[in-house]
T-cell receptor
Framework: NAGVTQTPKFQVLKTGQSMTLQCAQDMNHNSMYWYRQDPGMGLRLIYY???????DKGEVPNGYNVSRLNKREFSLRLESAAPSQTSVYFC??????????????FGPGTRLTVL | SQKIEQNSEALNIQEGKTATLTCNYTNYSPAYLQWYRQDPGRGPVFLLL?????KEKRKERLKVTFDTTLKQSLFHITASQPADSATYLC????????????FGRGTQLTVWP
């Protein structure tokens, strides 16, 4: 099993450009998450999907959109990138539908720089 | 709003000693608390989970305690090794928003020979 995979690993954008970060998991998990990690700020939840067909805002959703394409895939889109979105983005998945006890499995991250 | 504080940004200890990391929270009572390890350039990896009605959990050289009166969790690594050097994150789950984790900023542990 590959676990949680993310593409791309690195990306440089210019202000105003758009892009989609891809995430896939092969663990048959119901829930998937997108976080950003900035120095001194810790991990902050952008959006999550408790189950296929549902998405909810997290702590910092502004400037992002998500799509739960199917049970395996959860994408994050930046419609008009801004320098403030320079960060490391992590996708994660967990088995339960908001069970709380489920541990989260993280992907390797995408390092995004917006110039 | 929920606030989670980890005692220090960095902790340096000698190999063989016990490392103790602290996680304090305010405003809400978590249903569960989790600890993760993160190595440079990689995603966090789950280590241990402790529920609000549990006082202590152990896994090999790791021990987690949970004191809901003090609103604090302690994470211990006994007989520490240089390979334990990493950033350790605590994360809590609130009963009202099950499935969502709220992370602390992490403590960077360095174990020197």
């Amino acid at each position: 099993n590959a676990g949680v995979t993310q593409t791309p690993k690195f990306q440089v954008l210019k202000t105003g450009q758009s892009m989609t970060l891809q995430c896939a998991q092969d663990m048959n998990h119901n829930s998937m998450y997108w976080y950003r990690q900035d120095p001194g700020m810790g991990l902050r939840l952008i959006y999550y999907s408790a189950s296929e067909g549902t998405t909810d805002k997290g702590e910092v959703p502004n400037g992002y959109n998500v799509s739960r394409l199917n049970k395996r895939e959860f994408s994050l889109r930046l419609e008009s990138a801004a320098p403030s979105q320079t960060s490391v983005y992590f996708c994660a998945s967990s088995g339960g539908q908001g069970a709380g006890t489920d541990t989260q499995y993280f992907g390797p991250g995408t390092r995004l720089t917006v110039l | 709003s929920q606030k989670i504080e980890q005692n220090s940004e960095a902790l340096n200890i000698q190999e063989g000693k016990t490392a103790t990391l602290t996680c304090n929270y305010t405003n809400y009572s978590p249903a569960y608390l989790q600890w993760y390890r993160q190595d440079p350039g990689r995603g966090p990896v789950f280590l241990l989970l402790i529920r609000e009605n549990e006082k202590e959990k152990r896994k090999e050289r790791l021990k987690v305690t949970f004191d809901t009166t003090l609103k604090q969790s302690l994470f211990h690594i006994t007989a520490s090794q240089p390979a334990d050097s990493a950033t350790y994150l605590c994360a809590l789950v609130r009963g009202s928003t099950l499935g969502r984790l709220y992370f602390g900023r992490g403590t960077q542990l360095t174990v020197w020979p």
